[in-house]
């Protein structure tokens, strides 16, 4: 399994995802302030990664402080937390393991315990949300390979693989289980501009198991659904608010309604901790706008003429009429979501 993200115990190592497939580098984060850096530069990116790094960031930036008083030691642990949440808006999953790191850091302080015994319980905490991410991602796969024919074209958006994750993948943790249980699976992964994250992430991913891939430009995933070469669509997520709606990659939305309109399944796989009931529906998602160079660059060369304005939302939000199902670690939901959400997070600390 590709190792996304690593506690080593003085720093977390984690694949530079920027520099695939043409080169496989690994960045060495040493404080907290590089954990925050290489979330906000997309060295590491997906959702549920995300959420991994803060954690092990938080833990690393704690391990290292010399605060010998508790006071000293809340007021370091508040600015680090906040440091974090400061790196990426959209992903729930990242103020998920926030919060997590907050419960572990106050039942350890309200428990007595010494600024050196909440350094331990943070690595530990940090540690679990990673081990949990793993174990939820392989349970899901299992969940959603139920929903894949037993010969299957399915088309994919951005990368919800092993690297979007701590390992196995959300959408792509679907696509492993269901060619593990001998499935013939194929893939046509979008390449998702700006960022190229299929073109260079999925396809790399899949290619390294030996699942057959196609890449296609985002512009062509309606004419492979008209064509007949796509049975089901499975994308992550990184955002699902109450009601259903889904925030992932931008492109997600226009591959969902051409799925509708070609009776294609149009499945979302993510974990719980993505779910975000706090929030109705998805016009309360916030919506991260990106530097415009991701747009007017590939690479150092420029593609669009100095003097044009950009626009780069770096996702969308995809109405819960367009989902077919969410696929979760605790099981399938389906509409009205509303209802089967709120039932699968049920007693969620």
């Known amino acids: 399994m590709l190792p996304t993200v690593e506690w080593t115990g003085d720093s977390v190592v984690m694949i530079d995802q920027r520099k695939l497939p043409s080169t496989e580098i690994y960045v060495t984060c040493r404080t907290a302030a590089d954990v925050a850096r290489a979330i906000k530069t997309m060295v590491i990116r997906g959702a549920p990664a995300i959420g991994v790094s803060a954690a092990m960031g938080i833990a690393l930036g704690l391990s290292k402080s010399k605060a010998t008083g508790t006071k000293q030691f809340t007021t370091e642990f508040q600015k680090t937390c906040d440091l974090m949440a400061g790196t990426r808006p959209t992903a729930v999953n990242l103020f998920w393991a926030i919060d997590r790191m907050k419960r572990a850091f106050a039942e350890a302080a309200q428990g007595g315990g010494s600024v050196d015994e909440i350094k331990a319980r943070l690595v530990v905490e940090s540690q679990r949300i990673h081990d949990e991410d793993v174990a939820s991602c392989r349970t899901m796969g299992a969940h959603g390979a139920t929903l894949v024919p037993d010969t299957a074209r399915i088309l994919t958006h951005c990368n919800a693989g092993a690297l979007a994750t701590a390992g196995y993948g959300t959408a792509l943790g679907v696509i492993r289980a269901a060619a593990a249980q001998g499935k013939t699976i194929a893939v046509l992964a979008d390449e998702t501009r700006p960022f190229l994250q299929g073109a260079r ?5 899949l290619v390294r198991d030996g699942i057959d891939t196609t890449v296609i430009t985002d512009n062509m995933a309606g004419s492979m659904m008209r064509l007949g070469d796509v049975d089901l669509v499975v994308v992550g997520a990184d955002r699902i608010a109450a009601n259903g709606d889904v925030a992932n990659k931008v492109g ?98």
Do not use: C, M
Not at 201 to 205: K, N, P
């Open 201 to 205: 992430l999925t396809a790399w991913e």
């Open 252 to 349: 997600t939305y226009s591959v969902a309604v051409l799925a509708r309109e070609h009776d294609v399944p149009f499945y979302v796989a993510a974990p719980i901790s993505t779910i975000d009931l706090q929030t109705a529906n998805g016009d309360g998602i916030p919506i991260e706008e990106r530097n415009d160079r991701e747009v007017t660059h590939v690479g150092s060369s420029r593609l669009t003429p100095v003097g044009a304005r950009v626009r780069n939302p770096a996702f969308d939000v995809t109405p819960a009429k367009f989902v077919t199902a969410i696929i979760t670690e605790r099981g399938i939901a389906r509409p009205p979501y509303q209802e089967s959400l709120a039932a699968l997070v049920g007693g969620r600390q």
